[in-house]
């Protein structure tokens, strides 16, 4: 099916919904709404909204429709691309909308689900899962969610929801919305692959109910949206391939795609993702492991050997470069606590961190296939660090945190001398014969200009991210063109601008870097035929600098 | 040369929450593991074996048959051998009676001890007496909070550096001696795949009442000196009243009006 119709919902007045009107109260009581993770801010708006439930955010919705007032759309303002920083109008934040709707087993997929409102975060949605409490289900049960509560109580498996984009203070819509990924996608896709159903709030004012597998976009690529008011969309799926990596640069398309995937990871451009039906997976015993190695090539050759060989099952690779460790080793000399970890052996030249099932009650374990691998890596599993309990999978992942921490603080301390500059990071990602080339290039191009930088980040899904700490703007200058360079060459491999943090405001002018100008009329083609006025999220994706309204 | 370590396992406290109603700790999805602090004193005896290879490091833990994760924990950090002593006639054993039994395990398992190290403390009963209680069972020489040590007078003395409130002491005792390790700037070691890997092969022996010389009668809750009646969270207090938006005098005056009205400042003449 490849027609879809959305339903209204009954507003109530405007003047009951609790709104900030002007810039000078925004920005003085709310200063935090005013950007995102990416610092970045933008112009003047005028409302600042807070809806508590659907029909407040579709009331705040009509009205700005019928006014022609901009909209941009907030979650936990986690994101690294500017996504939520409003350009002007009205920036409506869904902090509120974070109820945990409900609980259900799917027999036909043989999974567990739950329905929740877009502005959970994805740690309190941890921890409900985690302890199998779901207090927001609770006082108000009905007999039929009582007997699934109770259900999944007596189940005696853990579960657990796969996506992990690092930042768990992120919100489940913000994620949808920009289809987040992170280190375990390697192993368990992206966010895409966990959401079973969404609804949406169009800029016809009304609700599309999309579960996955039932909207089906036309042999010719078409879908066509109706809504109550006798109203009806066309849309045509735009004709481009995907890249071969992970990817969150423009609109996905695909021939015979579900509807769903039109609206996950489109950056917010096309609806407003209310609620989301997630799956959960039964949760394994994990052991998380550091592989230290003797230089960044042999971590690259570890990492092509591990994925090839079909026995080892790893949840996740990451990468430690060389200069990434001496980084950490200077934060070792400097508060040896902090890091939390033992001294980086001196040996070592480069790390890989892996996680991978492990059974700590096993008497004989048998990783003979993980330690051939490595040994003929010239690595051995001496040389590594390792933990399965849970506060040790923690103090790993911290230590794997603490890179970009060090990045943004360097940064800062460069910025009392020189106030303009930033980082430049890279979020590019290649396909898996490329990841040699990628590699040596970053290397060759920021060691020749003489740039401080460090390399970490997923490379199972070749996904490098390429900190650099320009020390004046001068540096700064060179290393802008140098990562255009690297953009260009990442999409001539086959690869993709923005693997996971999206295009949002930030990369906007690398769209064109990846796609055909014909490729970028039909994604804005989607664009305004669901939001003919461009009143929802402007700025996202498509670039514009000033308000058009 | 032997050293014993005692360690405990204790619930990852960071996460429990005690039960108001029955008083018993919530431990549903609350995960196990090894003192930090018995982790802290394992570390010891494992850098003392980096510098002298002939020592020998044997972990006793007296607790259910779960604790067997927690001496696995410790074999993964370095420890030779591991004995666990478990019995049910062990429980509901207060600190003493924990001490007698583990003085009774280690003198039966670990005949030629040279050395017993353990954790100042347990994170989840915070007591720090069942190493002290040890060593007076034991009659041994002791020295607690412990933050380095070093093996002195041809293997016959230990000097430790321990922690006072002011400083630190230099203290130096004959061999055989027990001591109690706090934090100081230990961070916890991470075993390699290869350790945790061949820790599996490892032995854990297990030692039961029987194989102690202790009368049934004197073990566990029947020998107990004390018993826990009941663990409560501390009763939460109102938030105080809070001021703001006031000038200094204001707020100075505000803060004198409210300490009157409860009575609590000394009146003097000719004071507000």
């Keep these: 099916m490849h027609e879809i119709t959305s339903t209204p919902m009954d507003e109530i007045p405007i003047e009951t919904i609790h709104q900030i009107n002007g810039f000078d109260a925004i ?101 409900m899962i985690t302890g199998k409490c779901f207090s927001d289900l609770e006082p108000d049960l009905s007999p039929e969610t009582q007997k699934k509560l109770i259900h999944f109580k007596n189940d005696p498996g853990r579960y657990f929801y796969p996506p992990d984009p690092t930042e768990m203070s992120a919100s489940l819509g913000g994620t949808v919305a920009t289809n987040a990924s992170g280190a375990r996608t390697y192993h368990y ?59 969150t640069a423009g609109f996905y398309a695909a021939p015979h795609m579900d509807l769903i995937d039109l609206f996950i990871g489109s950056e917010g451009a096309l609806g407003i993702i209310t609620t989301i039906e997630i799956a959960l997976l039964p949760w ?100 590594s660090w390792a933990g399965y309990e849970t506060r040790e999978i923690s103090r790993f992942k911290h230590f ?47 060691n020749l200009a003489n740039i401080e930088w460090v390399g970490f980040g997923h490379v199972g899904n070749n996904h490098f991210h390429i900190s650099s700490m320009p020390r004046d703007m001068e540096e700064l200058a060179r290393g802008i063109k140098i990562y255009t360079e690297f953009a260009e060459k990442a999409v001539s491999y086959g690869g993709t601008v923005s693997a996971e943090h999206g295009i949002g405001k930030i990369k906007a002018k690398y769209l064109k870097t990846m796609y055909s100008k014909d490729h970028i009329a039909q994604m804005k083609s989607i664009k305004t035929a ?11 994706i498509f670039t514009q600098e000033t308000c058009t309204k | 040369m032997n050293i014993v370590v005692a360690i405990k396992q204790v619930p990852e406290i960071s996460n429990v929450q005690v039960n108001p109603e029955t008083g018993t700790l919530i431990r549903q999805g609350v995960s196990s593991i090894l003192n930090p602090f018995c982790e802290y004193a394992l570390d010891h005896a494992v850098r003392l074996k980096a510098l002298c290879p002939d020592i020998r490091i044997t972990t006793v833990s007296m607790g259910p048959p779960q604790a067997r ?28 009676v924990t001490a007698l039994t583990l003085a009774e395990a280690i003198r039966c398992t670990v005949p030629d001890f040279h050395l017993i190290f353990v954790g100042k403390q347990a994170i989840d009963g915070d007591t720090a007496q069942v190493g002290p209680e040890m060593a007076e069972i034991l009659h041994l020489p002791q020295i607690s909070y412990g933050t380095a040590c070093e093996i002195t007078g041809n293997n016959k003395k230990i000097r430790v550096q321990r922690e006072t409130e002011s400083g630190y002491q230099i203290l130096e005792t004959r061999l055989p001696a027990l001591v109690s390790f706090s934090k ?27 194989d102690l010389n202790i009368a049934d009668q004197e073990l566990g809750l029947s020998g107990s000196f004390t018993q826990v009646v009941k663990i409560f969270p501390p009763l939460l207090k109102e938030n105080g009243p809070l001021l703001s938006g006031l000038s200094p005098q204001e707020t100075t005056a505000t803060i004198i009006k409210l300490l009157n009205t409860i009575d609590v400042l000394e009146k003097k003449e000719g004071s507000l």
């Design chain 1, 27 to 127: 920005k003085e009581n709310y200063p935090d709404y005013l950007t995102d993770e990416s610092k970045l801010t933008m112009g003047a708006f005028d409302f600042l909204f807070f809806p508590q439930n659907e029909s407040e955010l579709a009331t705040i919705v009509n009205e700005m429709i019928r006014k022609k007032i901009c909209m941009t759309v907030a979650g936990a303002r986690t994101g690294l691309v500017g996504g939520c920083v409003p350009l002007c109008g009205a920036l409506i934040s869904l902090e509120n909308l974070n109820k945990t709707l409900d609980l259900s087993y799917s027999e036909s997929a043989d999974e567990w689900r739950i329905k929740a409102q877009a502005g959970v975060l994805l740690s309190d949605l941890a921890t």
């Design chain 1, 284 to 383: 394994e015993p994990k052991c998380s492991v550091i592989q230290f190695v003797s230089s960044d090539d042999k971590a690259l050759h570890l990492v092509k050997s591990l994925r090839s060989d079909k026995r080892i099952q790893l949840d996740f690779m990451e990468f430690y470069s060389q200069n990434a460790l001496n980084l950490l080793r200077k934060m070792q000399a400097e508060d040896s606590r902090m890091v939390g970890m033992p001294p980086i052996p001196e040996s070592a030249g480069a790390a890989l961190f892996f996680e991978l099932g492990f059974d700590p009650e096993m008497d004989t374990p048998d990783y003979r296939a993980l330690e051939e691998t490595i040994n003929t890596a010239g690595a051995s599993l001496t040389d």
């Design chain 2, 69 to 96: 994760s927690a001496l696995m924990r410790t074999l993964e950090l370095g420890a030779d051998r591991a004995v666990l002593v478990c019995d049910r006639k062990f429980a509901g054993a207060d600190t003493w």
């Design chain 2, 184 to 210: 100081g700037e230990n961070i916890r070691r991470a075993p390699s795949f290869a350790d945790i890997l061949s820790s599996r092969k490892k032995p854990i022996d297990l030692i039961r009442a029987q």
């Design chain 1, 189 to 247: 896709g992206p966010t895409r692959d966990w959401i079973r159903g969404i609804r949406v709030l169009t800029m016809a004012g009304e609700f599309l109910e999309i579960p996955r597998g039932k909207y089906f976009s036309s042999p010719g690529g078409q879908f066509t949206v109706y809504d109550s008011k006798g109203g009806h969309t066309p849309i045509r799926i735009p004709e481009y391939t995907l890249p071969r990596t992970k990817n």
């Design chain 1, 400 to 446: 794997r945190h603490l890179l970009p921490e060090k990045v943004t603080q360097v940064i800062s301390e460069r910025k009392k001398i020189h106030p303009e500059i930033h980082r430049l990071s890279s979020d590019l990602a290649v396909p898996d014969e490329h990841l040699d080339d990628i590699w040596n290039l970053y290397k060759e191009r920021l």
């Design chain 1, 530 to 540: 669901l939001d003919p006025d461009l009143l929802l999220n402007p700025g996202n």
